[in-house]
């Protein structure tokens, strides 16, 4: 099983990115899947999730309304979009599969069984 995670950079405050995720190996459809952050000197966090089946999502209240998460089956890639960002989202963006996602729980990297690389976004002027 891989995850390619691409699609980081460097943005100024108030744009926006969207990041990738590419599995091979596995089908993404298949498996709740996430996006998990980790900035300096800080441990990784949930960002959101996409729940299997019926693609339930769950977003961390700091990115809620900003950031959406999307699945393309047929590319069998995830998604996340991130619009309007700040400083404070600078971070390596991990994506991860296998894992737990509900509409109401936070999620935490225990919970996931596979990881992609990481893709780093810096948010600055």
């Known amino acids: 099983v891989q995850l390619q995670a691409s699609g980081g950079g460097l943005v100024q405050p108030g744009g926006s990115l969207r990041l990738s995720c590419a599995a091979s190996g596995l089908t993404l459809d298949a498996s709740s899947i996430a996006w998990f952050r980790q900035a300096p000197g800080r441990e990784r966090e949930g960002v959101s999730c996409?729940?299997?089946?019926?693609?339930?999502?769950w977003y961390a209240d700091s990115v809620k309304g900003r950031f959406t998460i999307s699945r393309d089956n047929a590319k069998n890639t995830l998604y996340l979009q991130m619009n309007s960002l700040k400083p404070d989202d600078t971070a390596v963006y991990f994506c991860?599969?296998?894992?737990?996602?509900?509409?109401?729980?936070?999620?935490?990297?225990?919970?996931?069984?596979?990881w992609g690389q990481g893709t780093l976004v810096t948010v600055s002027s």
């Open positions: 991860a599969a296998e894992g737990i996602c509900s509409k109401n729980w936070a999620i935490y990297p225990e919970e996931y069984d596979k």
């Open positions: 996409i729940r299997r089946g019926d693609s339930v999502t």
